[in-house]
């Protein structure tokens, strides 16, 4: 089992930031990639970026390319998303995910945490 806790949303204005962070424990050695996915009240839940727990490679999902940053320490079993330039269309209920298939993938995710949300106001 694992477990995965979000935290660091909030209300932000256009153009600020946030971080979140995603804290896991338990058999975190089982999976080697963890995400970040998105969601909004009545739409699909959309990959954000992922990274994976030993080379750090990271992907991202292209409209966060350049404003998003994803990183780990292993140390610490935690996972962060840097969000700059936050814009309207980025509130949403921001979910952390580890598992080990393709990482854009939804169905390649065996644990997800609880959700954190945050919004973004114009």
């Known amino acids: 089992q694992v477990q995965l806790v979000e935290s660091g949303g909030g209300l932000v204005q256009a153009g600020d930031s946030l971080r979140l962070s995603c804290a896991a424990s338990g058999r975190t050695f089982s999976s080697n990639v963890i995400a970040w996915f998105r969601q909004a009240p009545g739409k699909e839940r959309e990959f954000v970026a992922a990274i994976t727990w030993r080379g750090g490679t990271t992907i991202y999902e292209d409209s966060v390319k350049g404003r998003f940053t994803i990183s780990r320490d292993n140390a610490k079993n935690t996972v962060y998303l840097q969000m700059n330039s936050l814009k309207p269309e980025d509130t949403d209920v921001y979910y952390c995910?580890?598992?080990?298939?393709?990482?854009?993938?939804?169905?390649?995710?065996?644990?997800w945490g609880q959700g954190t949300q945050v919004t973004v106001s114009s």
């Open positions: 995910a580890t598992g080990s298939g393709p990482p854009r993938v939804r169905e390649s995710y065996d644990y």
